[in-house]
Each structure stands twice: as C-alpha cells, then as structure tokens.
C-alpha cells in the first residue's frame, strides 16, 4: 500500500491491464487532442501512449513550440504514420483557444479525445506572501482553461467523446500535508467540480477526472525545491509511463463506469471494475463533496 487508496492495490508503474498493446484498449482510427504536450511533462507521453494505442490523428496544445515539436518527433520516429499537429496556444486567453479549436477542426477532424494535461505552479508560499498576479495566473491555467476548452472545443467533439482531465492529489488532500501551496490546490479543487458539471450538462461526453501519481517532472522539482527537498528515491516516485497508460484506459469502454468520477491512475483498474456496481449505486462516491454526506 502507498497513500490512501480506494484499492487494495496501489500501482506505481503500469501493468497489464493498462497495455496501450490491449485490443480493448484501441484507440485505432483515434483523433487526440493533448494540451499541455510539451516534451518533458506527463501530456507529452499521453500523446505517445495514444499513438501508440493505434490514434490516427494527434494535436498537440502548448505554450512552448520547441518542447511541442520535441514531443512530435518522438511521436513521428515510433509511429511514423500518425498525423501529428503542433498548436501554441495560450490557454489561458479565449482567443488563442479559440483560435486553436478551429486549427485542430480544420487540420484532424473532429475529436474523439481531449487529454487536458496543461497546469501551472506558482511559486509555493504562503497566501499572505503571495504574489497577487502569481496567485490569480494559476487559475487562469488551472482552472479558467477548462472553460475556454468547453466553449471552443466542446462543439467540434465527436459523438460520445471522452474528455480526461489532470488534476492532482493536492485538490482533496488537508492543506497542512501541503503547505504553501493555496493557488494550485483551490485551482485544482475549482477544475475538479467543473468536470462534474461538464459531465452533467454534457450526458452523451465521457468526462473523467484523475490525479496522476507522483511524477518526477519539471512542477514536482519545484515542490520539493521550494521546501529545501531533494528528489525522493525512485522507487518512491511513481513512473510516467503509469498516468499514460491509465489515460489510454479511462479513453476505452471499460471505464464507462467511472464518467464524472475522480480517481487516481495508482488505483489498480481491475479492482475498481469489481467494484462497479457499488460506485454506480452511490453518485456521491469519488466526487468533490465533503465526507459524509448526505449524512444517510
């Protein structure tokens, strides 16, 4: 066992039931969009994994096109006949997403997945001492994203598409496990809920919401250096390869169960389908709430 866990088993690097290899996982013919693709962060081996998964068509949303063209060439020299589409884009500003909603439509096609892997840290501080700009930006990315994703990309979705949306443990963990850290947790927790209305006003969308492990990535570093700590032993990091396959798997039918939940990529997915009929029965069940309720 690692951290809480809704399953017994709690994965820290992929396995066989979240092989992009799996026909029942096979994302053949596939049009994905992925922001916050840039080389180097989770988003970028998302896109990887879904070509992988036999996806046709890839977009790839970020801020920096140099780390967005990295991510295609690794793309392109693995699986030379997908389609990779590179889009700066600011999400952050309604125009530059709207802009490149209509590139995505009009290079790939409709979308039959959306991975939302874009995020921002501040700098971690108190909210007394931070930076009002800083603080504020975060849920400009975090958050306020996420709304100009579903005005502007919404309407060019494929019927029955899934949207998947990073969030991370931060959002529901106490504040005193992750001091310092107000923006990007209460950005996070804001993003979180909205999935749950995405899902609710869009019945025919797949939305799911996930916290994607421990990675050791560019924001981890600045955690742990903002808290004077050195990068943890590897084995106690969980591996990128585990949120990418476990996107490629919330992307397939067998987690129909799971739309508008939250769930972390550690929860191993075999237990959690033998727990499908109870997570349906309870609506509350894996979703932002305050413990408890409705106090039955």
């Given at each position: ?17 979240i ?10 013919g596939?049009?994905v ?6 080389w ?12 992988k ?6 977009g ?13 060439d ?6 030379p ?27 790939l096609g409709?979308?039959?997945v959306?991975?939302?892997y ?6 971690p ?11 504020w ?17 919404m309407p ?10 990073c ?13 310092k ?33 421990i990675?050791?990535t ?5 955690v742990?250096?903002s ?14 390869a ?8 919330l ?11 939250y ?7 075999d237990?959690?389908m ?8 309870d609506p ?13």
């Amino acid at each position: 066992m690692g951290l809480a866990s809704f399953t017994k088993t709690y994965r820290k690097d992929t396995y066989p039931a979240i092989d992009p290899n799996r026909p029942e996982l096979s994302a053949q013919g596939k049009t994905v969009i992925v922001a916050g693709a840039g080389w180097g962060g989770i988003g970028s081996q998302v896109a990887w994994s879904f070509a992988k998964a036999g996806a046709i068509k890839i977009g790839l949303l970020g801020r920096t096109e140099t780390t967005l063209q990295q991510t295609k060439d690794q793309i392109i020299e693995s699986f030379p006949q997908v389609t990779v589409a590179v889009i700066v884009t600011d999400l952050s500003q309604a125009q530059s997403v709207g802009r490149a909603a209509h590139e995505c439509r009009s290079t790939l096609g409709a979308w039959d997945v959306f991975a939302h892997y874009a995020a921002v840290l501040p700098t971690p501080t108190t909210i007394l001492g931070a930076d009002e700009d800083e603080w504020w930006h975060t849920f400009e990315i975090n958050t306020k994203s996420f709304f100009h994703f579903t005005k502007h990309f919404m309407p060019k979705a494929s019927p029955k598409a899934t949207f998947i949306s990073c969030n991370a443990g931060a959002a529901h963990v106490q504040a005193a496990l992750m001091p310092k850290n107000s923006a990007y947790a209460a950005s996070k927790v804001a993003a979180a809920k909205l999935s749950e209305y995405l899902a609710v006003e869009h019945p025919a969308l797949r939305v799911f919401t996930m916290h994607p492990g421990i990675i050791d990535t560019p924001m981890l570093k600045k955690v742990l250096a903002s808290h004077g700590g050195e990068l943890p032993a590897s084995n106690a990091l969980d591996t990128i390869a585990l949120p990418a396959h476990f996107s490629v798997w919330l992307a397939s039918p067998e987690s129909e169960f799971l739309r508008g939940r939250y769930v972390w990529a550690n929860w191993d997915v075999d237990e959690m389908m033998a727990r499908k009929d109870e997570i349906i029965k309870d609506p509350s069940l894996l979703t932002v709430t305050i413990a408890g309720w409705p106090f039955q």
